[in-house]
């Protein structure tokens, strides 16, 4: 029950139509799971991991679906600013999808902090039976 996050798409060429950059546009990077303030200032935190994080948890609730697949990477940033986000994953507890939209919410202070998401996040998973021990979860994230 354990799960390890790590971003192998910007080692190869595979992926290249995935990624852009706000500011050179050599540099490739995944923008469906950057924050907003990381988007367009290039400004990188905890509280824009637990964005990242918040897309992680979506992906790993739909088994493995692309962030965003009808929206184009160049127009994340249009589509976020209207306030629009992820919807809710079919079999996804309206509990944990809570926990998705707070991570996702404009104002990087406003996103819950990563030692909030370790327990609360198997505290839900363990009160709806599919989650044996928090013992898996870590505070640690890879960088995005």
Known sequence: MTVKVSDFGLS?????????SSCDKTT??????????SLEFGHYSSKSDVW???VVL???LTRGMCPYPAVDNWDIMRYLKSGRRLEKPEYCPDDVYQIMLRCWQWEPRKRPA???????VPEILGRRGRFESSRGMSESSDCK
């Open 28 to 37: 490739k990077l995944p923008v469906k799971w950057m924050s907003p303030e």
């Open 114 to 120: 990563f030692s909030e998401l370790v327990t609360s």
């Open 12 to 20: 190869r060429d595979v992926y290249e139509r995935e990624y852009y």
């Open 52 to 54: 990242s994080y918040g």
């Open 58 to 60: 979506w992906e790993l």
